[in-house]
């Protein structure tokens, strides 16, 4: 299916657009609506179970008499029988039942859990497209200046040559360059074209032009500073850890599930019936029957089944707790990194800023030279392939501390969409 185009779309309204358009994001919310339901099924094994039954029949019996001294009579009766029940069956010791309710209830908080780790996912993958996206275009505008440039320089080779004041090496070394800069517009075409599917994909609308990111650059300082602060919000917020801790919940419950395997039930039932004709011997009969009592089930033998089943669960639950620890590691390694990525941000963006203006400058002072004779040709290309090299570093870096950003405030379980409005006010709308 064709996807309508949108113009220039800002990245609040693609995260809009994400919310209602992303496959896996979705899928999360269909995801969370049925954990919502193990709260109310691990409730369920607590409460009554009222049921009723009726039956209607038409029997035939074949009755034969014996009596001492007598020949045997036999009878042949049609008749009709029903029979209607209305049973309550109330647990009042059920081990099994109150490990089901609990493990339904940390069931249901791990899939809020993971529903608000889906949450926060989508904005960090929706800029890790949106952002891309935006640099292929940054990326293609500074390859076609690149090769505009080279094209003049060639142009202007050329006429020196044809007054006799430049060389034929000087044409072929340029024209060299351009038709390498050519090939790389292609290049960063293809990959527009890319980001931008990728990015459709997310959002739902065919992608022709994005907000660019503005001229006016600053990185604020990091706030806290402290590492340590980071890691404490981290393993107490990531909705990761939080619900793997629930799954750890979850197969401790299912430990406990598994040894009530053993243990008694006793049962409260109440019940009212109704027969009519229910056998042969109340033939033409009506019974109306109450009654109310417990019932003790206790479990003896079966097979070997709970303790195998019991093993089983405790094994799961070892794993569950590796898993655990796995995963906060994880995401500690993943919170210092951006968190490193981040803290340096602004040296690096200032370092890769003074490249650019040090390149600008290296390229005046070249062609000066150049007319000097003290520089060649091929030192002007060289001194312009800089200023192109160093611009994209400069954007790169821009990119790499937005994404940074939202990567340590993710990791730390702390991403809200008031930092994507942070983070969309570093772009320019409508240019």
């Known amino acids: 299916m064709a996807l309508p185009p949108v113009w220039g779309i800002g990245l609040l309204p693609a995260y809009e657009a994400a919310l209602v358009n992303d496959p896996t994001y979705r899928a999360a919310l269909r995801e969370n609506e049925a954990g919502q339901q193990a709260r109310v099924l691990g409730r369920a094994a607590l409460l009554p179970v009222v049921s009723a039954s009726y039956a209607r029949n038409r029997n035939f019996a074949d009755i034969t008499t014996s009596t001492p001294g007598f020949p045997e009579r036999r009878d042949e009766r049609y008749y009709n029988s029903q029979s209607a029940t209305l049973q309550l069956r109330q647990p009042l010791i059920h081990q099994e039942g109150q490990a089901r309710y609990r493990q339904g209830i940390a069931q249901t908080q791990a899939s809020d859990a993971q529903f608000r780790a889906r949450s ?33 320089q060639g142009r202007s080779n050329a006429r020196l040559f044809q007054r006799g004041e430049g060389t034929r090496t000087d044409v072929l070394e340029t024209q060299a360059k351009l038709d390498l800069a050519e090939a790389q517009v292609l290049e960063a075409r293809d990959n527009l074209q890319n980001a931008r599917d990728a ?37 107490n917020n990531n909705p990761e850890i939080s619900a ?14 598994m040894q009530a395997g053993h243990s008694p039930r006793l049962d409260l039932i109440a019940s009212v019936a109704k027969n009519e004709s229910d056998t042969i011997n109340t033939l033409n009969q009506s019974a109306n029957t109450r009654s109310i009592g417990v019932q003790l089930n206790i479990p003896l033998y079966s097979g070997g089944s709970v ?11 070892e794993n569950a707790r590796a898993d655990l620890d796995g995963r906060t590691s994880q995401v500690l390694v993943e919170l210092r990194k951006q968190f490193n990525l981040t ?8 370092a890769a800023r003074k490249a650019l203006e040090s390149a600008t400058v290296l390229v005046e002072a070249t062609q000066k030279s150049v007319q000097g004779g003290q520089r060649t040709n091929v030192d002007v290309l060289n001194a312009r392939q800089q200023v192109f090299e160093a611009r994209r570093e400069l954007v790169l870096q821009r990119y790499n501390y937005l994404l940074g950003y939202l990567r340590l405030r993710y990791a730390a379980g702390v991403l809200s969409v008031s930092d994507l409005r942070d983070v969309a006010g570093y772009f320019v709308a409508g240019k």
């Not at 065919?206 to 990091?222: G, K, N, Y």
């Not at 793997?244 to 599930?257: C, F, G, L, Y």
């Not at 093993?311 to 799961?316: R, S």
């Not at 803290?343 to 200032?350: E, K, L, N, P, V």
């Open 120 to 152: 926060q996912d989508v904005i960090v993958r929706l800029v890790g497209l949106y952002a891309p996206a935006q640099y292929a275009e940054d990326q293609l505008a500074l390859a076609i200046a690149q090769r505009d440039a080279f094209a003049e």
């Open 199 to 235: 990015l459709a994909a997310m959002v739902g609308m065919r992608i022709t032009a994005l907000d660019p990111l503005s001229e006016q650059f600053r990185v604020p300082p990091l706030e806290p500073v402290n590492i340590d602060i980071w890691q404490d919000m981290a393993l």
């Open 244 to 257: 793997q801790r629930h799954a750890v919940e979850i197969a401790r419950e299912e430990v406990r599930k």
């Open 307 to 317: 303790t195998a089943a019991t093993a089983q669960a405790v094994a799961n639950f």
């Open 343 to 350: 803290f340096s941000s602004t040296a690096r963006i200032d």
